[in-house]
């Protein structure tokens, strides 16, 4: 059996017309959504789960496209657009009976919140985002030989073909790559939660290339439409990041204000799976920001 969010209970939830999510939910009081990244599933926020049920209702996705929700073909570019998956997320809150909710992501589930935020800014009540620049912000600081960091980036951004097969021909190779270099406390990640990982993503190549290839397509397009028009995330926001604005060279929490007005941003010192690297500081942080 795979594992799962311990004391959590397991549904699935029509979110939009064909497709559903696996959720786990746990706890009583007010909601807080908490939305994965790559290359993860919901168990990523297993530590950081069980403690906010103590006093919140804690729901955890897996996103389209992820882990065990449904994978819907991408057929005109739209499907795994950020747009779409954030309301996929209001859905599934609705669904559980929640008109507003806090919801942090981590990595691509960060970006998902983000626009959450952007778009459903009266459902969005706090927004915490780990390790992640907004999409439009990522693809302006990446440039010269130190974009070699993000070399995944620039393979799933190719039209559909190429970096299917690729990947698809060493999934757990290429998964396992960024499981590893991206952590710096390997047992962070246990070998059942690792080989969780890995399965999922296996099963998943098409759709999560498909969520990336959006990032350099329609999600820069939807950015640089509230960038010129001024919109911004109006409720408290917290970022939970790496250093690693210095070693590309730009001010990380700089390009956050432009998005934010009541922002909490801090550099956290883990590697980049901090929710299980780093559990007790992200429980702080959210607790904080759900305060405020």
Known sequence: MEPRINGFDYQRVGVADGVALNVAVGGSGSPVVLLHGFPQTHLMWRHVAADLAADHTVICPDLRGYGASDKPADADGTTYAKRTMAADVV???R????ERFALAGHDRGALVAIRAGLDHPGTVTHLASLDVLPTLDMWDVMHGVTAAVGFHLYLMAQPPGLPEQLIGASPDAFFGYFLDIWTRN?????AEVRAAYLKASREAVPSIVADYRASAGIDVEQDRVD??????LGMPVTVLQQDWGTALGFDAAGLWRGWASDLEHTTVSCGHFMAEEAPAEVVRALRSLLAR
Request: net charge positive.
């Open 91 to 93: 859905a599934l809150a």
């Open 95 to 98: 669904a559980l009976g929640h």
């Open 186 to 190: 390997p047992e962070a990640i246990p």
């Open 227 to 232: 960038r010129a028009a001024g919109n911004r």
